[in-house]
């Protein structure tokens, strides 16, 4: 390959820019980084289209190019001495940056690593950051997790600094998002315990109005849903109304807003449906138009749990359609699973079963795992409510969703789909083999019988006995 790239003569130098750039490139963009005159630039690209080196499509300035074979690419980047190489992959990064800004917003990732190839760390780690936040947006959770762990892993080698610690932070945050959205619950509560260790009130609050919303009622409010999910329903609510009440002593409408949702869906889990009324009431007065979306999707979620299935369907479908107008898909599975609730309510269940296939589809395909137990469990119970109720399979949803839970030591999660079982066992007869189901898991909990949740699991354990 060296002796192939060595015959190329002056193209050589525009073959190694190329390897720089990446396997595929435009014509403004190499011509911006060789800083050559268009003759000369168009002169040695044909020359590298001839040698069947670079393929092309269309004609410069409009033309688009692509190494024929990756590894052609990796001979010209490799050739290149170290100090040229990181100095073409700075300003390749700082071109995108500054003058391909279209680029720079659909492709972070592609900016941070020029800057990490160029040793611009700390440039790198905001890119990183950047195209991990991104991809959490777009669920693309595996990519973004990646990301944010590239982030922080170079973070972690630059000194301590008042504005890295800020960094560092928000990023502990976004990747425990990431880990606990794909049903990492424990190492994604670690992040968010580590986020809050690093978090000080005194200095990072007055950077509320710069960054959205306050990091640490943010950290408290995630938290919050990942422990419940562990099984520490008492745990999730200390959090969720610290965050409040934090959020009201800031002063901060939008961090305020952020808090009142997440305490509503800390109620919700823990079926506390009168405080969770009363926190999105709080909500929608002081939302905006994207607020008030969340807050329906809330609110139907509300609805198909207290028996007003027909509120539920206008609330979800109504909340959907404007966050799907957006591009927000996060979360998407359960509002689909609360859809199919309420289509259940209404005996509408080709609806209702449409609803479930797809939550399980989006599961599958984005891997937002966190709910994945919950939806097989919703889908098990859709299939005994049909007017022939199929008992076989919505077993094997129930069984889906226990190996699910405790694969991810989601205790909640597997507490509900036991007793589906359970029930479905008693009616069939199996009390004992329903009652060895679910004492195991009810006893393994240490607080929270307050809840209905284990207060139901208790009557049913009782009712197993007898």
Known sequence: MTARLDRLGPAREVAQIAAVIGRGFSYPLVRAVARMEDEALQTALERLAEADI?????????????FKHALIQDAAHENLLKSRRQALHRRTGEILRDQFTATAAAEPELIAHHFTEAGLTEAAVEWWGTAGQRSLARSALLEGAEQLKRALNQIATLPVTPALRREEIKLEVAFA????LTGDLLDGKEHYDRALAIYDPAEHRPLTTR???DVGVTLLSFRSNCVWQLGYPAASR???????????EIGHATTLVYALSRAATCYILCRNYAAAHAQLDELTALADEKGKALGALQRGWLFALTGNASDAVRAITSGMTSLRSIGATLYEPRYLWNLAMAYTELDQLDDARRCIDDAIDKVEKSKEKWCEAEVHRIAGEIALKSLAPDTEKAEKYFDRALFVARQQQAKSWELRAAMSMARLWRSQGKS?????????????????FDTLDLKDAKSLLDESAT
């Open 211 to 213: 960054s959205g919303r």
């Open 177 to 180: 998002n990431v880990l606990a």
């Open 54 to 66: 670079l393929l092309v499509q269309g004609l410069p300035p409009e033309s688009e190019y692509r």
């Open 432 to 448: 004992q083999q329903a009652r060895e189901l679910l004492a195991p898991i009810y006893g393994w909990f240490t607080e929270g």
């Open 238 to 248: 200390n959090d969720a109304e610290r965050a409040v009440k934090n959020a009201r």
